[in-house]
């Protein structure tokens, strides 16, 4: 009956939320047009300002010395570097490549270089090996939620696909294997699913509207690219959830690029990889001038990143790429708002 | 190539006319049976086929020694811009074509060995790039805009299948 109810109330206020949305995500400012990110939603609750940095698709193989490894060595190593420290650092997916236990442990033999505390969620080629089962071993929950200096941050797993692999009598490395290819077209679309948001709405039914909210998921909470599960099926869903609060800062992985939209009260930034770089796909971008250069495929580095996110008292936030290579153009260089 | 020599021979406009019609009744004289539509199928499985071998080979990790393969940086051929090649190409040095950059890619990026250029494997990896581009304009050199945002055509390769190939 709850899960009833709530998609009721979503087809009712769809038609008011979808002027505010498509709003968001078709109009950009005058000021994101100059690259500086979307509508101001400064937010009437005072929060102790903060650094946090995020690291996301390692996207490690059970390949000793791969170069890879050396990558997120590297990105651990720039995150240990910032000054003044970062309090705490989030990583949003697909540690591994293959879901392999092995691919796992090592990214957690990595990660735990970092001098700071840090939270981690599932992507797709962490999970369909063994659904999830190594990766919960070393890592606990596929959702959380905790409060740090007046925000309230939360982490999901927006990779769940509906069973693809059964009727077809798959095995799991089969079924892996299926999940590795971006541009599977039999493994339909993914979503966070009816327990997570279930989850979500209680998690966050108790906080005043006026609390900022951080929410990272591996895949972005909009339609950008479905075809290549640039998306979260049941986003709208979770939109409608966060719609009570004055304003929440969303990052995702998955995209392995520099990507913004905001939608209503949701601002999101896509982040940079440390594995490959993706090319936009084939559709306009929401604010296109907040994008990368195209990389060079001869410099290894070049694409790849980590980042720095600089949380002020009234919760403006600014997400500041930190490219291995030369790769930023100038406005994207200043740091992106959130 | 007699008849077309002297075609190119005749000095005015009426002469030219005749020799059109000369020549396309030399045509229908000379030309082929057209192909049956039953051949025309099995001219398109045998491209199909094609296209699904190097559909198969672009998302195999056995081209390279690495773990890595084409379709993790280039899923549906994003990013290669078959329709601008020949053209300059950092990476290669000079003017080179797409298959020498499939090469290239295969080996550094892949760590893997060069697949000869007129291979049957070379042809698929080929093929299946540009099917996935099909319909995109012909544009040889890398302009503004190939160096901005790759070209990813609209409904790419239906594979039936996913990875571990």
């Not at chain 1, 109330?9 to 979808?18: E, H, R, V």
């Not at chain 1, 400012?29 to 609750?45: D, I, Q, R």
């Not at chain 1, 009816?194 to 005043?208: F, G, I």
């Not at chain 2, 581009?133 to 039936?160: L, M």
């Amino acid at each position: 009956m709850r899960k009833l109810s709530r998609r009721d109330f979503l087809g009712m206020s769809i038609k008011t939320g979808a002027a505010t949305m498509f709003a968001g995500m078709f109009a950009p400012t005058a000021t994101s047009l100059m690259g500086l990110g979307g509508v101001a939603h400064a937010s009437t609750k005072k929060i102790t300002p903060f650094t946090f940095a995020v690291l996301t698709d390692a996207h490690l193989y059970d390949i000793s010395d791969h170069k890879f490894d050396a990558i997120l060595e590297k990105a651990v190593s720039d995150v240990n570097s910032i000054q003044p420290r970062p309090d705490f650092v989030l990583y949003g997916g697909d540690l591994g490549q293959s879901g392999k236990k092995e691919e796992l442990v090592k990214g957690k033999r990595i990660l735990d270089k970092l001098k700071m505390p840090y939270k981690i969620i599932l992507g797709e080629h962490d999970y369909y090996l063994d659904m999830g089962k190594a990766w919960r071993g070393l890592f606990g929950d596929e959702h959380w939620s905790f409060d740090h200096k007046g925000t309230h941050i939360i982490g999901m797993n927006s990779i769940l696909v509906n069973d693809f692999w059964s009727l077809r009598k798959l095995t799991p490395l089969e079924r892996m294997g299926y999940m590795e290819e971006l541009e599977c077209h039999q493994c339909g679309l993914w979503g966070v699913q009816e327990k997570q948001l279930d989850w979500l709405e209680k998690d966050v039914k108790k906080l005043s509207p006026d609390m900022p909210i951080l929410i990272m998921t591996h895949s972005p909470l909009w339609d950008y690219y479905p075809r290549w599960n640039f998306q979260t099926v049941d986003a709208p869903e979770i939109r409608q959830i966060l719609r009570k609060f004055e304003k929440v800062m969303a990052i995702h992985g998955h995209v392995h690029q520099v990507v913004y939209n905001s939608i209503g009260n949701i601002s999101s930034a896509g982040l940079l990889s440390t594995s490959w770089p993706w090319p936009y796909p084939p559709v306009d971008l929401p604010y296109p001038n907040i994008k990368m250069n195209r990389v060079d495929p001869g410099d290894f580095e070049d694409g790849l990143g980590s980042h720095k996110i600089d949380l002020s008292s009234n919760f403006d936030g600014v997400v500041n790429y930190r490219a291995f290579s030369d790769l930023l153009p100038d406005n994207v260089k200043r740091g992106i708002k959130l | 190539m007699k008849n077309i020599h002297e075609f190119a021979t005749f000095k005015n406009a009426s002469s030219a006319a005749c020799a059109v019609v000369v020549l396309v009744a030399m045509g229908s004289v000379n030309a082929k049976t057209p192909p049956t539509s039953a051949e025309l199928e099995d001219q398109k499985n045998m491209l199909m086929s094609a296209v699904k071998r190097g559909d198969d080979l672009w998302h195999s990790a056995k081209l390279g020694s690495n773990g890595l393969a084409c379709g993790n940086c280039h899923p549906d051929g994003s990013a290669t811009n078959p329709h601008t090649w020949p053209k300059y190409q950092s990476n290669l040095g000079k003017v080179g074509t797409l298959r020498e950059m499939i090469n290239w890619c295969i080996s550094v990026p892949l760590v893997g060995t060069p697949l000869a250029l007129d291979s049957d494997e070379m042809i698929a990896m080929e093929a299946y790039t540009m099917y996935t581009h099909r319909g995109v304009a012909i544009a040889p050199a890398k302009d503004e805009q190939h160096g901005g945002t790759p070209v990813v055509s609209g409904p790419g390769y239906p594979n039936a299948h996913g990875g571990n190939r």
